[in-house]
């Protein structure tokens, strides 16, 4: 295990109650039930649950942190032509469900660092920062683009701007040069 190894464990929410996104196999959704952000329950569910993990997993030294929740990608504005979220310059409810996340992991774990990711796949960070959490890194996705400074230039202005670390979540090559 991770322990014996020396390797550091990201938890990480890939499939919230109800699902977190419109890309239905990305967020595990069903379409014919409602999604986290149709459901006030399904995002307590999920407030409770990362209470419970972090509860469990509290002591533990080999958990590097816990990502809330992966590639959240909902068009919260209800502009039908941005139902993933990558132009939604509010998400508003996204910033409220990790803030709730993030007080109810600090109620029994204050020690591991809180991963954040922004609407669109995790890399649409409008409406959602600054930081409120001392403990907390900011994470985005790179694929399908170069791997340039230029390519993450708004990430690593988010880093200067809020004083913020950044995580690369996930990234794929799509030439040689990755």
């Given amino acids: 295990g991770c322990k014996a190894d020396h390797i550091y464990l990201i938890l990480d929410m890939q499939a919230a109650p109800g699902g977190q ?3 239905l196999p990305m967020a595990d959704r069903d379409p014919s039930k409602p999604s986290l952000w149709e459901s006030a329950a399904n995002r307590e569910e999920m407030v409770v649950l990362w209470r419970k993990l972090a509860q469990r997993y509290a002591g533990e030294p080999w958990i590097g942190g816990y990502d809330i929740i992966n590639e959240p990608n909902w068009g919260f504005s209800g502009d039908t032509s941005d139902m993933h979220g990558i ?3 509010g998400n508003a409810p996204l910033r409220k469900l990790m803030v709730d996340i993030t007080k109810a992991i600090r109620e029994v774990d204050k020690n591991h660092i ?7 796949w995790g890399n649409n960070y409008r409406g959602i920062l600054p930081a409120w ?7 985005f996705h790179k694929y399908w ?14 880093r200067k701007k809020y004083n913020i670390p950044l995580w690369l979540g996930e990234s794929g090559e799509n030439n040689d040069q990755w």
């Fill in 21 to 23: 996104g419109n890309d």
């Fill in 87 to 89: 132009k939604d310059t």
């Fill in 114 to 120: 809180i991963i954040i990711e922004g609407n669109g």
């Fill in 133 to 139: 959490d001392n403990n907390m890194v900011l994470s």
């Fill in 145 to 158: 683009n170069p791997n340039t400074t230029e390519a993450i230039q708004r990430f690593l202005d988010l």
